[in-house]
């Protein structure tokens, strides 16, 4: 879906530049739920392939939060901008290829994954999110937990 920017280029490219890669809205949210049930991790563990958001050596487990604007998840959040089209596709598709690939790597190296989108963190839902990520954290036989599952563009 292309939307009409509102606000003038130089604008759009100062809000831009500030879009944090680390410590998000949607990763804050999820790293003190986790930790108020007890749960501890590391942060962004650079030895690792794509530096996940949150580790748990504990339980050999990633979690990446992904927003759905950059990684495409297909959601309501997916939207393409309709100014630079040929460059915010390119730059979808890189993000896409790089998360797939990513997330093999870890997976060779024996991690178990888990991909959670920011549109899954609202009020009503975390309750519910949280439950089933430290179902995937305790059930080593889980190796791979997406919420919600990715959506077709």
Do not use: Y
Request: charged share 30%.
């Amino acid at each position: 879906m292309l939307l009409a920017d509102i606000v003038s280029p130089e604008t759009r490219s100062r809000m831009m530049s500030g879009i944090r890669g680390r410590n998000t809205r949607p990763e804050l949210v999820v790293r003190s739920a986790l930790h108020a049930r007890g749960f501890r991790f590391r942060l962004h563990v650079s030895d690792l392939p794509g530096k996940p958001d949150l580790v748990f050596p504990k339980h050999r487990a990633v979690i990446q939060v992904h927003g759905c604007f950059w990684h495409r998840h297909g959601c309501a959040k997916t939207t393409t901008p309709s100014t630079n089209v040929e460059f915010w596709e390119t730059k979808f598709r890189q993000n896409i290829e790089r998360d797939m690939k990513t997330e093999a790597n870890l997976e060779k190296l024996g991690w178990r994954f888990a991909l959670i989108w920011e549109c899954a963190l609202g009020k009503k839902a975390e309750a519910t999110l949280i439950d089933r990520v430290e179902e995937f954290l305790l059930d080593p036989s889980i190796r791979r937990f997406e919420w919600p599952p990715r959506l077709a563009e």
